[in-house]
């Protein structure tokens, strides 16, 4: 039998939050907070480390504890076969062909029944995160009609507008069994999804995360020292997995369109290899395959040190930062450097644009020419950089915060029925006599 891990948990205040989103916002949280005290939730997703699920659940969990509610975060146990599946699947979820077939969905099958035993039904709210696990939901109803009195929510962070259809034919009938499903926004729910109950929710940063938090300048300069970066000369930036839809290798296209220009730039893409990740491996090698001999281009990763406290200072040294992305889900890079008043050039997909509001808080660019046209231009007028750098700080304290986040989970939990009441079945329509999967 599978683990299944519990993420241990850090201790967060929300208290601490108060200075930052002020009074009304912090007040609203509590009174949402009040009536779901003493409610047991479980997080479930396929791993711990690296990538933007990751990132939000470190800081949302902890604030459910800090308000009372018994909130744990789990992670799958899984052979990297099925992660070679699984993501996979997430490709072909975004609409790259995959030739899916049966050996692939009995590794999924199998892999999501082994977890679902390693899973305690005894949650008054479940939230299961993206198409790796999705499917412990219905085993879980197979062998323990406790989870019948639970509310379950599948939380989809991909677009899924234009999923292969056999993929998401062979997923639907597992998606359709929960409650309630979350995605980014509108435009990306399939509608494929009949009577499902959608809730949007965008996915926000904690600003007071190692990865956001102000931190000295000393601490950034020498953190540019340890990994033998100039702080006195132009520097471009990308935070991203190497994967084909952070398009790493186009990154390189733009920063070599530039270096001609810019003689003095240096270019940092700096990637966390994910556990559940096997591509990146192979575009690691293309990239520092392309990136040749040219020592101006840092390719930064865990693996020569990189952690949160290295990102942020890598995206508040930055002068530019780029997100060549040719698709996204949300996109917390993107907000990320927003915060950190940074003026971003970002692909005109997924919640990129909810971010940048093109023009205001950034730009939105389509090909490697605008691309470098629009880095040209702040690389040549800093003043720019600033003043945009400032709307975007804003417009991320109101929009894009994990107090936000908070707040829509706990609002999505009070739709769902209270935890109090799950043991009426009155309080709970529908769920009885649902369609199970395959
Ligand atoms: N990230 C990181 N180290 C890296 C690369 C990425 O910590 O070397 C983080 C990044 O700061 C962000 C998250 O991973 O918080 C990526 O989330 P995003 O939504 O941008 O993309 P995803 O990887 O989920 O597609």
């Given at each position: 039998m599978p683990a299944a891990t519990y993420v241990p948990i850090a201790?967060?205040?929300?208290?601490?939050?108060?200075?930052?989103?002020?009074?009304?916002?912090?007040?609203?949280?509590?009174?949402?907070?009040?009536?779901?005290?003493?409610?047991?939730?479980?997080?479930?997703?396929?791993?711990?480390?690296?990538?933007?699920?990751?990132?939000?659940?470190?800081?949302?969990?902890?604030?459910?504890r800090d308000l009372g509610i018994d909130a744990h975060w789990q992670v799958m146990d899984a052979p990297s076969e099925f992660f070679n599946v699984s993501k996979q699947m997430h490709n072909a979820l975004q609409g790259m062909f995959i030739p899916w077939n049966t050996a692939m969905?009995?590794?999924w099958r199998q892999v999501n029944r082994a977890n679902a035993e390693a899973i305690d039904s005894d949650y008054d709210y479940f939230f299961i995160h993206d198409p790796q696990p999705a499917g412990v939901l219905s085993n879980i109803l197979e062998r323990d009609p406790r989870a019948f009195d639970a509310r379950w929510a599948w939380r989809c962070h991909l677009d899924t507008t234009e999923s292969l259809p056999e993929v998401w034919d062979f997923l639907r009938p597992y998606i359709q069994l929960y409650d309630s499903v979350i995605f980014t926004q509108d435009t990306y729910v399939n509608g494929d999804l009949p009577g499902a109950e959608v809730t949007i929710i965008p996915p926000a940063i904690d600003p007071l995360s190692t990865k956001n938090v102000d931190i000295p300048d000393q601490v950034i300069r020498d953190v540019l020292d340890r990994y033998s970066i100039d702080p006195d000369r132009p520097i471009l930036a990308q935070v991203s997995r190497f994967d084909p839809w952070k398009d790493p290798l186009g990154v390189i296209d733009v920063?070599?369109?530039?270096?001609?220009?810019?003689?003095?730039?240096?270019?940092?893409?700096?990637?966390?290899?994910?556990?559940?990740?096997?591509?990146?491996?192979?575009?690691y090698e293309r990239i520092v395959r392309r990136a040749g001999e040219d020592y101006d281009i840092h390719v930064l990763t865990n693996l020569n040190g990189v952690a949160n406290l290295e990102v942020n200072a890598f995206q508040r040294a930055a002068d530019v930062i780029l997100q060549k992305s040719i698709r996204e889900g949300f996109g917390l890079v993107i907000s990320e450097a927003l915060w950190k008043g940074k003026p971003v050039v970002a692909g005109e997909v997924g919640g990129i644009p909810m971010q940048l509001m093109h023009g205001k808080a950034g730009w939105l660019a389509n090909s490697t020419a605008e691309f470098s046209r629009d880095v040209g231009a702040l690389l040549e007028d800093p003043g720019m950089g600033a003043r945009v750098g400032e709307i975007g700080r804003e417009h991320v304290r109101e929009n894009?915060?994990?107090?936000?986040?908070?707040?829509?989970?706990?609002?999505?939990?009070?739709?769902?029925?209270?935890?109090?009441?799950?043991?009426?079945?009155?309080?709970k329509p529908g769920r009885r006599g649902r369609p199970r999967a395959a």
């Open positions: 201790a967060k205040s929300l208290e601490d939050y108060r200075p930052i989103i002020g009074e009304a916002k912090t007040d609203e949280i509590r009174a949402l907070a009040k009536p779901l005290e003493g409610a047991r939730v479980l997080h479930f997703n396929a791993t711990s480390f690296g990538g933007g699920v990751a990132e939000i659940l470190r800081s949302l969990i902890p604030l459910l969905s009995e590794t920063y070599r369109e530039l270096k001609a220009r810019f003689p003095a730039l240096q270019l940092l893409m700096v990637a966390s290899m994910a556990d559940d990740d096997p591509e990146a491996w192979s575009f894009f915060l994990t107090t936000r986040l908070l707040a829509d989970y706990l609002k999505l939990m009070h739709k769902m029925g209270s935890g109090a009441a799950r043991h009426t079945d009155a309080a």
